[in-house]
């Protein structure tokens, strides 16, 4: 918010933003370490989203699976080991 402007978001719904920005920001932190996505070495486009697919793949099934298992939906440590 600017310095002249009014703040006319309830205390509620700004807490409950700031709790899903974290989520959403953790989850994509992890995502891009797990993956290592920041490095990509591929040739072409073709490759890259090969690659891409693949990771997003092997999310959906972690999540699956930890959900299967009853488990929170983003705890993979647990799954390989």
């Known amino acids: 918010m600017r310095s002249n402007m009014q703040e006319i978001r309830s205390?509620?719904?700004?807490i409950a933003m700031?709790?899903?920005?974290?989520?959403?920001?953790?989850?994509?932190?992890?995502?891009t370490e797990r993956?290592?996505?920041e490095k990509v070495r591929?040739?072409?486009s073709w490759?890259?989203?090969v690659r891409f697919s693949r990771k997003i793949l092997a999310d959906?099934?972690?999540?699956f699976f930890n959900r299967e298992l009853g488990r929170q939906?983003?705890?993979f440590e647990g799954l390989v080991g």
Do not use: D
């Open 11 to 14: 205390e509620a719904y700004l």
């Open 18 to 31: 700031k709790n899903q920005r974290r989520l959403v920001e953790t989850v994509i932190g992890q995502r």
């Open 35 to 37: 993956f290592n996505i």
């Open 42 to 44: 591929a040739r072409n």
């Open 47 to 49: 490759r890259i989203g």
């Open 60 to 63: 959906t099934i972690g999540i």
């Open 73 to 75: 939906p983003l705890h």
